[in-house]
């Protein structure tokens, strides 16, 4: 797996990853701007919920492109892109189930967020978060639970409305699963070391 690792370390990939997700984010909060217009304001950092994925993610590749670390967004980021890329992948995977069909976009978005997942499950090895971080970054995730399910700000799928109460049961699973997850890949397992040859150093420096 180590030729893996160097890829992924490359500053090319990772400037590449970095436009690709950018551009993502933007789309995203495009694509929400019909709910967002209409979410009170005091809940509208938690009704985007990819689109703020991606944006953790974005800020974790700044970061190590600079030589830094940010163990909080790492954390934010690795536990919301695996949850928000399989949860949009069920959804309209649900979607089809339920009505026969699904158009370009919605495969779109099943490709763009199955990636989602996986970017955030192969960089892990890189992370360098502690317990801390990622309790603060459950928190958030399951905060952001209850503002869609008790205060009804989920996205929007209308032709899945009837199914709102086991989505939201499914949801607060797949929260614990991507919090157990991220714990499992980003703590326990052994991270990469150093690379050599101009790798980037994803470690935070020495203080």
Known sequence: MAWLYAILAARPVVWL???VNAAGTVYGYYWYRYQLAETPPVFLPFVPDSPTASLFFVLVLAAWLLGRSSPLFEALALVTLVKYGIWAVVMNVLVWRVTGTLDWAGWMLVVSHGA????????????????VHLALAAVWTLHNDVIDYVFGMMPLYHMLERYADQIGYFTFW??????AAAYWLGIRVRRQPLLPGG?????????
């Open 17 to 19: 990853l970095l436009f």
């Open 116 to 131: 989602m997942a996986v970017e955030g499950a192969l960089y892990a090895s890189f992370y360098r978060f502690r317990s």
């Open 174 to 179: 797949l929260s614990m699963a991507s919090i």
């Open 199 to 207: 790798r980037i150093d994803f470690r935070p420096k020495a203080e």
